[in-house]
């Protein structure tokens, strides 16, 4: 004798939804879960120039191995590191934290980002923060950044003002280093180190020789100083150098137009 249509229908509809239930009882029974103590540590008040140091703890409460798959930051001044990349069920981790105060000053936050099997937060985010306090320093400012030294003939040498300036509060002390530039104040040659009083300014003439060089020119001045938070500076230089047969060729091009000018 043949089922009923309709127990046959039943029969199917039962077994689909005991499949179902069976499939939901394996997914939320074989996921790692992390779980952190506190996502946020501030620092409170802090001198510049040391170094922080702290633990971010967490469990695995889930029922799978727990991975930890990449531990990151959001920037170079500060590390982290997994106390160990497999967490058990039930067990706990650390992800230990250093940073590095050295240049940053008043209320600064760092990110940091765990990464993981956990299926719901496969990437977790945790912040530390401080109040940096900082120190009477000098304070450099250079202007200006970038300078066209424009056109120049072959053998003459390129020169650029750089203006230094000292928004700190003690002496500014700064160096300059490139393979063979010179470097001038009031027509003087600069003492090494350069002595800028806090408050004041001074102007620079670099000159920088290009000997048998044509073509475009592309120089990098670097500036260091005993600045705290800014040590290194670039002042980044360009210009073009034409021989003296291009010259000639551009003003017998160009005469009558020059001549019109006047």
């Known amino acids: 004798m043949k089922p009923h249509p309709t127990e046959t229908k039943k029969a199917f509809l039962s077994g689909c939804v005991f499949l179902f239930f069976l499939g ?3 997914l939320e029974a074989g996921q790692p879960k992390i779980k952190f103590k506190e996502e946020t540590w501030n620092f409170g008040k802090v001198k510049q120039g040391e170094t922080l140091a702290h633990e971010f703890v967490f469990t695995n409460s889930g029922d799978a191995t727990l991975i930890i798959q990449k ?12 106390s160990e990349d497999k967490i058990a069920p039930g067990k706990e981790g650390k992800i230990g934290i250093k940073f590095d105060t050295r240049g940053y000053g008043g209320t600064v936050s760092k990110l940091i980002f765990v990464e993981s099997n956990d299926p719901t937060e496969a990437r977790k985010q945790l912040q530390i923060s ?9 304070k450099i400012e250079i202007d200006p950044q970038n300078y066209d030294a424009g056109l120049s003939v ?3 040498e390129i020169k650029a003002n750089l203006k230094i300036m000292n928004k700190g509060e003690l002496e500014l002390r700064a ?9 001038f104040v009031g027509g003087k040659t600069v003492p090494s180190p350069l002595k800028v ?13 290009t000997q048998a060089r044509v ?3 592309r120089e990098y001045i670097l500036v260091k100083s005993n600045d705290p938070m800014r040590s290194t500076l670039s ?7 034409i021989t003296k047969e291009q010259l000639k060729e551009l003003f017998t091009k160009y005469k009558d137009i020059l001549r019109q000018g006047n």
Do not use: M, Q, W
Request: contains cysteine; charged residues 15%.
């Open 24 to 26: 939901s009882l394996a």
């Open 71 to 82: 531990v990151s930051t959001s920037c170079g001044c500060t590390a982290a590191l997994a």
């Open 130 to 138: 401080a109040d940096i306090e900082t120190l009477p320093a000098a």
């Open 154 to 156: 072959e053998g003459e």
């Open 175 to 183: 160096e300059f280093n490139h393979r063979n530039a010179t470097y």
């Open 197 to 209: 009083p806090a408050g004041k300014e001074v102007t620079v003439e670099i000159r920088i020789p």
């Open 215 to 217: 073509g475009v020119v």
């Open 235 to 241: 002042l980044y230089v360009s210009g073009y150098i």
